[in-house]
Nanobody, 123 residues
Framework: QVQLVESGGGLVQGGDSLRLSCAASGRTFSSYAMGWFRQAPGKEREFVAA????????YYTDSVKGRFTISRDNAKNTVYLQMNSLKPEDTAVYYCAASMLWITIKVFEYNYWGQGTQVTVSS
């Protein structure tokens, strides 16, 4: 069992940066792939970024490549999402999730989810 708690969201202006954190409970955090997803009002939850259990491989959706960076610190049981050059279209609730697979970008392949943190980017 893994419990996830996101933090770091907020209201920022376009071009600003935010760093989201996701703190995980459980001794086996390092064995899970971790992902960040987002959901805007009226839209489906979408993949943003993922990182392998060891941190050696990462995936990003095209719209955030070059702007967002996912990382993890297994000693702190924490995964991060550094978001730079934020745009109004990045506005959404951001969720972190844990998967028992090697690494995946598919929503349904994640086993545990946090409660989400709101990110709002004004123009």
């Amino acid at each position: 069992q893994v419990q996830l708690v996101e933090s770091g969201g907020g209201l920022v202006q376009g071009g600003d940066s935010l760093r989201l954190s996701c703190a995980a409970s459980g001794r086996t955090f390092s064995s899970y792939a971790m992902g960040w997803f987002r959901q805007a009002p009226g839209k489906e939850r979408e993949f943003v970024a993922a990182i392998k259990w060891s941190g050696g491989s990462t995936y990003y959706t095209d719209s955030v490549k070059g702007r967002f960076t996912i990382s993890r610190d297994n000693a702190k049981n924490t995964v991060y999402l550094q978001m730079n050059s934020l745009k109004p279209e990045d506005t959404a609730v951001y969720y972190c999730a844990a998967s028992m697979l090697w690494i995946t970008i598919k929503v349904f392949e994640y086993n545990y989810w946090g409660q989400g943190t709101q990110v709002t980017v004004s123009s």
